[in-house]
């Protein structure tokens, strides 16, 4: 019998291990995480277990986090700074495990930078509000205030791998603004931009029960996700199925799903229609198509049709 074929090593190759109340956790079971591309193996990161998840959720649930807005605000504007300055090697990362092209990743890169600034700004923000009660007959001389009061909770996140950085970063940075706790579970396929930029926060100052990281096997692991009874929030980017299977385990915590679009092209008679195909073109089939915003249908005026299906 012939030995089975094992994909080569890439020479950046880079295992890794979870992120776990300020430890490097491993378990002895690897999920190797390979370049699309080119098929080598660019990495491992731990195959977790039952066990792994719910000792996350056991150090996320009464850590009590006591940053000011003013202290999330700078960490994330920190953070960003970072990033700016390796946005090389982070591209290169995500290049290396996605197989997006080097450009791409530039701009991903860039967009986690504005996802991190823009956080940072709406941590500063108070939205709270007055009203006055005397606008009818039946009001009284008196003003109602209110204030915008935030999750405060352990929040469990499950990203999908087509944009591995900047779907990550549209997660964790928004707990952070709102002083929450994250559990993070990033696809197996790729996971290690997640742990590249968990590791960023913490150089940035962010105390490491704010933002945890476990690898693993979905079917092993996320039931413990959604169920686990120290979890407030559940909040998932994937396809529809999944988002209706998280929905019917949540039970009465919260859940925030981005789940498929339904994405059209719009094309009026009075279109560039050389503009118009060459942009259908590329919204449908950029990153392989492997997007929750690619176009799905077109739909085109009907003077115009038979020169835009040209």
């Known amino acids: 019998m012939s030995a089975v074929a094992r994909a080569p090593r890439s020479p950046r190759f880079r295992p890794e291990a979870m992120r776990i109340g300020g430890e490097r956790v491993t378990t002895g079971r690897e999920i ?5 591309w080119s098929g080598e193996v660019v990495g491992t990161v731990p195959r977790a277990g039952v066990e792994e998840v719910r ?9 009590r986090a006591t940053l000011s807005r003013h202290e999330r605000s700078s960490l994330l504007l920190r953070a960003a700074a970072l990033l700016r300055t390796r946005v090389d090697e982070a591209s290169d990362l995500i290049t290396m495990e996605s197989g997006l092209c080097k450009k791409d990743t530039v701009y991903e890169v860039g967009r986690v ?3 991190l600034t823009f956080s940072a700004m709406e941590a500063l923000r108070d939205d709270g509000q007055s009203f006055s009660c005397d606008l009818t007959p039946h009001g009284k001389n008196r003003r109602v205030f209110t204030r915008r009061d935030p999750l405060l909770g352990v929040i469990s996140a499950i990203t999908p791998f087509n944009h591995p950085m900047n779907q990550v970063a549209h997660k964790v940075a928004p707990s952070v603004a709102t002083n929450n706790r994250m559990v993070l579970k990033p696809t197996e396929k790729t996971p290690l931009s997640a742990l590249y930029l968990a590791d960023l926060l913490y150089e940035a100052g962010l105390p490491p029960e704010m933002l945890q990281v476990v690898t693993g096997d979905p079917r092993e692991i996320a039931d413990e996700l959604i169920t686990n009874e120290h979890v407030d929030l559940v909040t998932f980017t994937g396809g529809v199925s999944v988002g209706k299977y998280i929905a019917s385990k949540a039970g009465y915590r919260r859940t925030v799903l981005e789940l498929g679009g339904n994405d059209p092209v719009i094309v009026m008679e009075d279109a560039d229609i050389e503009e118009a195909a060459s942009l259908a073109a590329q919204g449908s089939y950029k990153n392989s198509g492997q997007r929750c915003t690619a176009v ?7 003077k115009v049709a038979d020169r835009f299906v040209e």
């Not at 190797?32 to 699309?36: A, F, G, H, Q, R």
């Not at 000792?55 to 850590?63: G, H, L, T």
């Open 32 to 36: 190797e995480v390979l370049n699309p």
């Open 55 to 63: 000792r996350a959720f056991a150090i996320a649930r009464p850590y």
């Open 113 to 115: 930078c504005d996802v």
């Open 296 to 302: 799905k249908r077109m739909l085109v005026h009907e």
